[in-house]
């Protein structure tokens, strides 16, 4: 059975959101293109995304559209097989004629049953109310921190504030032109 992996894009002082739930500081920290080939090389394993309901929103209103031979993810993120976890969507559509399937009920069943039959790894990104509901329940195998070199002072942690200790053991540091640093952990269990 695949990973479950979590990549989130988090300030250095540990936020993957700003207060209003904006991401506007992603974007002042630069190109994001020198660490591309890594990002591939992740993405490779993939098997599937799994997506909250705004995460979702964002990235069909973006990747659909994106030109895969300046971004080359969005080849793998437009390809992938793609799940959203909601109570309230009545439909997931994905560019002109695409479709992402709804999962409905509780987000950790949902993505456990969706890891059963999906061949290689899940990635989940963003998505911040279903990630800490699968850290709560030790569902998450890998942890990706894609750390933009600004400090924001305040926000949403990628992480809920009643998880607990949990030790992880460092994979991967990398750093990239303009500051970017992705560090890769296993989450022991």
Known sequence: MGK??????????????????GIGFFYPAGDFSD?????????????????????YRMFADYWPKADANVERVAGPINGLPKFVVSSTLPTAPWGDGGTVEILRGDGVQAVRAVRARI???????????LCDALLRAGEVDVLRLRIVPVL??????????????????????KSFAGGLAVLEYAIER
Not at 6 to 21: C, K, L, N, P, R
């Open 35 to 55: 660490a591309e080939p890594d990002q591939m090389r992740m993405m490779s394993t993939v098997g599937a995304i799994v997506f909250g309901a705004t995460t």
């Open 152 to 173: 924001i002072g305040r926000g949403r942690s990628f992480t809920p504030a009643d998880l607990g200790e949990r030790r992880l053991s460092l994979v991967s540091a």
């Open 4 to 21: 479950i992996i979590v990549e989130q894009i988090v300030s250095a002082d540990g936020y993957a959101a700003e207060e209003d739930g």
């Open 119 to 129: 061949g290689g790894d899940l990635i989940l990104w963003g998505s911040l109310t």
